[in-house]
């Protein structure tokens, strides 16, 4: 049976409930919107082209960012901050027009304007101590709270990788004074 | 990751791949098939970077590539997931 055909077995039984007078209207309705029976599953495409746009735009603005504005560290921080708060408020702005999985995708965004944001500020106020994994300590404390609040699975996700990559760099990766990891 | 790269230019078992991979993100959207669907765009999108590794990776601007590939993915699923909350919302009046 493949997917397609058994969403249309669920729903047939949701109905069938729903004749019995087992739930009413509403809950029919919230419980079939979750078995999308249509010719094309266009939920799922959309989850993965976001899934995968927004990791390739978030690596493709850190390269040309990189090469193209010659900012200060100052103006680096700064330039963060306002377009990873652009993208939480684009993210609610989209979430209330009923679009979720753009949302997602957007603040995924977010959090990896978070992370830069951590790690620019790191370096403006370094102590010396080339103690890099705490910077993604830190970004955990901060993405986690908001995976929650936010309801949104991406950052969870997010959150797993950025606990092992601190992982990794307390327990493997040794460091040279400037701090930047190399492999030995 | 390289063991994508075709050896010696075989143009066809590149296109081969490539059709496959759009097959599968096809046959996942057709039969609801979400891991079918994410398999595909994976081994898609692994595909697109190595042609940009094989062919143009010294004249092409990586950020210019990774920001217009990433903006044309990010419409495509705006789109559909709006076609996708369209639907939904016909379903139910």
Redesign the interface.
């Known amino acids: 049976m493949?997917?397609?055909r058994l969403?249309n077995v669920l729903r047939a039984e949701i109905d069938t409930l729903r004749r019995e007078g087992v739930f009413d209207g509403d809950l029919h309705?919230k419980l079939?919107?979750n078995y999308?029976?249509?010719?094309?599953?266009?939920?799922?495409?959309?989850?993965?082209?976001?899934?995968?746009?927004?990791?390739?735009?978030?690596?493709?603005?850190?390269?040309?960012?990189t090469?193209i504005f010659e900012l200060t560290l100052q103006n680096l921080a700064i330039a963060l901050g306002v377009a990873t708060g652009t993208c939480f408020l684009g993210a609610s702005t989209l979430a209330r027009r009923?679009?979720?999985?753009?949302s997602r995708?957007i603040e995924l965004l977010g959090a990896f304007g978070i992370i830069g944001l951590t790690f620019t500020l790191g370096i403006i106020y370094s102590s010396g101590s080339s103690n890099w994994p705490m910077l993604l300590l830190i970004d955990l404390l901060v993405l986690l709270p908001l995976a929650y609040v936010r309801r949104n699975a991406l950052l969870l996700v997010l959150c797993v990788i950025v606990f092992f990559t601190w992982f990794g760099g307390v327990t493997g990766y040794p460091t040279r004074p400037s701090g930047i990891a190399f492999p030995v | 990751m390289w063991f994508l790269t075709i050896p010696y230019g075989n143009r066809l078992a590149v296109l081969a791949f490539s059709a496959a991979g759009v097959a599968q993100l096809i046959l996942g959207g057709r039969f609801h098939g979400g891991r079918f669907t994410g398999f595909g765009i994976v081994f898609l999108s692994i595909n697109i970077y190595t042609r940009l590794f094989e062919s143009f990776w010294d004249e092409a601007s990586k950020g210019t590539f990774l920001v217009a590939s990433g903006a044309v993915a990010l419409t495509a699923g705006y789109l559909f997931e709006k076609r996708a909350r369209t639907l939904r919302l016909e379903g139910r009046s």
């Open positions: 493949n997917p397609r969403k309705q079939i919107a999308p029976a249509d010719r094309w599953d266009f939920s799922s495409l959309g989850r993965w082209f976001l899934f995968f746009g927004a990791i390739a735009v978030a690596a493709g603005l850190t390269i040309l960012g090469r009923g679009l979720v999985m753009t995708s």
